[in-house]
């Protein structure tokens, strides 16, 4: 069987001696290992986009890996805003890909700006220092 993961790995031992738990994403069940973060039970499935942009639909998937980000975010059991790479996966978890939304950013423009990209936008031409986001 084809696997993306360390089979033997030095310091945590043999892939093999670790237990299976089984989570569904999106309906389907996978299987993961106790241990296990969300994001590394579906990348070692083959599954690297967790959610669609919002606005856009555009695919999103792990950024940092450390929680910082929230590109990573999931439905899990029906908590929206999980982050993957920070959840541990567990037995009979059921896991949610992040999906368009209709009019998410729907406001008017001077209550901009809610995304980097409205930033830019806004301040073009102007000197300005980069937000915190
Ligand atoms: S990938 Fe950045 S918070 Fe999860």
Not at 11 to 39: C, H, M, R, S, W
Not at 86 to 114: D, I, Y
């Amino acid at each position: 069987m084809m696997t993306n993961r360390i089979l033997d790995h030095p310091v945590l031992g043999k892939l093999e001696n670790q237990k299976t738990v089984t989570f569904t994403f999106d309906g389907v069940p996978y299987k993961g290992f106790e241990g296990d973060t969300i994001a590394s039970a579906l990348l070692a499935n083959g599954i690297r986009q967790l959610r669609v942009h919002e606005e856009t639909g555009a695919p999103r998937a792990i950024y940092c890996n450390i929680g910082h980000c929230f590109e990573c975010r999931v439905t899990v059991n029906q908590a929206q805003g999980v982050r993957a790479c920070m959840t541990s996966v567990e037995e009979n978890m059921t896991v949610e890909s992040g999906k368009l939304q209709a009019a998410p950013f729907e406001s008017a423009p001077e209550e901009w700006p809610r995304t980097y990209a409205e930033f830019e936008q806004k301040n073009k031409g102007k000197k300005v220092g980069v937000p915190h986001v």
